[in-house]
């Protein structure tokens, strides 16, 4: 497959662009902040987005979705990493949207997915338990009762947590801590009974939560894919959000070079354009370099997940573990290149450091994705 | 049937009648390489038949056209014509600077006469080239060379010495940076000439290296004689072929980065060195991430490769990226190499031992300084990607 986006991309690429520029920059994250906003979020911004196909870039065309594929929402995913710009995007359209497609019955399908791709239904993934990322770590457990489950347990680092309409919970029905056997996916609505949400505030303004589940009852409708077979559907749905999180930090980098190169070419010291000293032209260029790979591997990790999904763990691994780094290089890069004004908040490079460093931990670090990908090319 | 899919029908074909046995199987050392040339030296029958046979058809040259001893196909032809000899693991039938360096220049700036001339030796093998580029005080600083060449009328005579000359004690015929004007700026007094290097005027000298091998040479000129149709461009234009043809070779080097199609990967080397604990990774815990990490770079660099040269077909250009690829690539191969020696502990540290990776760890070194070192490349980065401004 080519190493490039078709026009379809390439156009979607362009729209998303210009439309997260004019509608959505930076400045509407630092204002969410500022006003300590409830949603975490805007919601017209994240209408205008269903309403160009973007909630359902996952979803098949037979529920009201456009299904142009991972490729094409890592360019969205890429570009809002350009803007931070602050949205359910990941949590729905990625995770949600993966979720429920590849894993989800007929009449789960038929019922949620529409509403989804309309922007108009929210989930969220709850999978950890632990200050690391460990999805066969599970000790909240669903129980059988009656005719269906009874969930308790606690998660956290549950992005956009607060705000889902339903969270996908991974629970023990079988097996012990940290064995992959035994672990089943529910569906459970954020309103159900027992189901208590802790709104966490973190370095990036963006959503997250801890979740309580105390005596949740679902039904056996509940169960997303398989009981106890849940873990081998977990792993495809955070593949597709690690893949996600790779293009989004990928952007993030790119923007930080752009607006370090913009400033390296305008400051002044010792009477010269700082830009003309060798000891900065040439961090730049590695950085330059880093962020070339680094966008190389992501395009490499999205084509297996839309060309071959059941092959992709490697490779979305080695997009997640190099983005993670590469991103932090480059948010690392471009406060020391900035100089003082690069630790201020009025500037908005701050923002960058403090969103790739959530960016690289969900779902994975860099120091997790090196040891799967050691561990998938068994060594 | 579409074209394209019958070239490949009737390409594959021909390969499955025509590649030797023996010229399908991983070379057994870096002496198993054909160079072709007036003293080429084949290790077997089957390295000449594949030459030949492959020289006969211009697939040595796939996109050259026919006139010039090539195989006239097209990009997509010639892309078909790589994935099929891959398929069968066909090994490359001529290794060549005149292919990879040379010709790509004479293409783009030499006249008919001189394409006539040269081109159909290089895709043979008849003539096997050198490079004459850097002097001993003119190494990064390449455009300061002083190599003098003279209008003698009926000829040019060539004074100097060049150094790091690849393979020269082996080579026909050599392409030099000379200075034809003393008194202008240093990169407008610089031409590209073709010499002949069967003349008294030319000695090589080997130069042994860190690795004890002598892959590099001294040539020196002494009233080297150059005739005056093999003045490559205009005079005193020498320098825009210089990079031209600095460009293709980046990207020749920085490939290696990629590691070659035989070499194993990172990871089974180490698991063969250091051995796998209980649970079934690497003994040596440290080892296994770097490892891990260069393997994970070497997936984001191939994958770079492929981009920019996708990229430079649908027309956006390989350009300066070149550096970026020649950087990446010989910085990343140093790694390799490094924690070869890292898993093959004291077995490495011996001449000859565990797979000769002590002279190819040493070896490499020289990749990020041959074709312009790291650093030039990051300054040629930042003022021809970045837009940095120069000082």
Redesign the interface.
């Known amino acids: 497959m080519a190493m490039l986006l078709n026009e379809e991309q390439g156009m979607l690429k362009d729209a998303a662009k210009g439309y997260l520029k004019t509608s959505a920059p930076i400045s509407q994250l630092r204002k969410l902040r500022d006003a300590e906003s409830a949603d975490g979020f805007d919601r017209k911004t994240w209408k205008d987005m269903a309403e160009m196909g973007w909630a359902s870039v996952l979803v098949p065309e037979d529920h009201g979705g456009v299904a142009m594929g991972h490729v094409a929402a890592g360019v969205i995913a890429e570009e809002m990493g350009r803007t931070l710009t602050a949205s359910p995007f990941l949590s729905t359209a990625i995770l949600g949207a993966t979720a429920l497609t590849r894993f989800g019955s007929e009449a789960q399908k038929a019922e949620y997915l529409p509403r989804l791709a309309a922007g108009d239904f929210l989930t969220a993934l709850a999978v950890d338990e632990t200050h690391k990322h460990n999805p066969s770590s599970v000790t909240t457990t669903a129980q059988r009762s009656g005719n269906g489950f009874k969930l308790d347990g606690r998660k956290s680092f549950v992005a956009e947590g607060h705000i889902a309409d339903m969270l996908i919970v991974s629970a023990r029905t079988a097996g012990a801590d940290g064995e992959p056997e035994g672990i089943t996916l529910f569906l459970v609505p954020r309103e159900a009974a027992g189901v208590s949400v802790e709104r966490a505030s973190m370095i990036d303004s963006r959503n997250s939560a801890a979740i309580t589940l105390e005596g949740v009852e679902v039904t056996a409708d509940a169960v997303l894919g398989e009981v106890d077979g849940g873990y081998t559907a977990l792993e495809a749905v955070l593949d597709a959000g690690r893949a996600g999180l790779a293009a989004e930090m990928s952007g993030s980098a790119q923007e930080c070079l752009g607006q370090t190169l913009a400033y390296l070419r305008e400051r002044k010291q010792f009477g010269e354009i700082i830009g003309t000293y060798q000891a900065l032209q040439h961090r730049a260029a590695h950085l330059y370099t880093e962020i070339e790979l680094g966008k190389s591997i992501v395009l490499k990790a999205l084509q297996t997940l839309d060309m071959a999904p059941d092959h992709a763990a490697m490779m979305v691994s080695a997009a997640k573990s190099k983005l993670g780094q590469v991103a932090q290089l480059s948010a690392r890069e471009a406060i020391q290149m900035h100089g003082g004004i690069g630790m201020t908040d009025e500037y908005d490079i701050g923002f960058f450091i403090k969103r790739v460093r959530v960016a690289e931990a969900l779902y994975g670090d860099a120091n997790y994705h090196t040891d799967k990908f050691a561990r998938l090319r068994k060594y | 049937m579409p074209d394209l899919e019958r070239f490949r029908a009737e390409t594959r074909a021909w390969l499955e009648a025509n590649c030797p046995e023996e010229m399908r199987r991983p070379m057994k050392g870096e002496n198993d390489a054909v160079w072709g040339g007036r003293k080429a030296v084949f290790e077997s029958e089957a390295q000449k038949t594949w030459l030949d046979r492959m020289a006969s058809k211009g697939w040595t040259v796939p996109e050259w056209p026919v006139a010039y001893g090539g195989g006239g196909l097209s990009k997509a032809e010639a892309k078909v014509l790589r994935e099929e000899m891959g398929r069968i693991k066909a090994r490359s039938p001529l290794m060549s600077f005149g292919i990879w360096m040379l010709g790509p220049a004479l293409l783009k700036y030499g006249n008919e006469d001189q394409k006539l001339e040269h081109l159909p030796k290089i895709a043979r093998g008849e003539i096997r080239w050198a490079q004459g580029y850097s002097e001993p005080n003119a190494g990064s600083d390449l455009a300061a060379l002083m190599t003098k060449c003279e209008d003698k009328g009926d000829h040019y005579l060539v004074n100097g010495q060049k150094i790091w000359t690849s393979y020269a004690d082996q080579a026909d015929w050599i392409f030099v940076l000379v200075r034809t004007d003393f008194t202008a700026k240093k990169h407008e007094g610089i031409s590209f000439i073709l010499v002949d290097m069967d003349q008294p005027g030319v000695t090589t000298k080997p130069i042994k290296l860190i690795s004890g091998k002598s892959p590099f040479c001294e040539t020196f000129f002494d009233d080297a004689r150059a005739e005056k149709k093999n003045l490559v461009g205009e005079l005193n234009k020498g320098w825009t072929i210089a990079k031209y043809l600095l460009t293709h070779e980046r990207e020749m080097i920085g490939g290696t980065g990629a590691g070659s199609g035989a070499m194993r990967?990172m990871?089974d080397v180490?698991?063969q060195q250091v051995g796998?604990n209980e649970h079934?990774?690497?003994a040596d815990p440290v080892l296994?991430?770097d490892?891990?990490?260069a393997?994970?770079?070497g997936?984001?660099?191939l994958?770079?490769l492929?981009?920019v040269t996708?990229?430079a077909k649908?027309g956006q250009g390989v350009g300066a990226?070149s550096s970026?690829l020649k950087?990446?690539g010989t910085e990343l191969n140093k790694r390799r190499l490094e924690l070869m020696m890292d898993g093959s502990g004291h077995d490495g540290l011996e001449w000859d031992g565990d797979g000769d990776v002590a002279r190819h760890w040493l070896r490499t070194k020289a990749n990020s300084i041959e074709g312009g070192t790291s650093?030039v490349?990051?300054?040629i980065?930042?003022k021809r990607?970045?837009?940095?401004?120069?000082?």
């Open positions: 990967p990871g180490a698991i796998l079934g990774q690497l296994r991430t490892v891990a990490r393997e994970i770079d997936l984001a660099f994958s770079t492929e981009r996708e990229e649908s990226n970026m950087y990446y650093e490349q990051l300054n980065i930042s990607i970045l837009d940095l401004p120069s000082a």
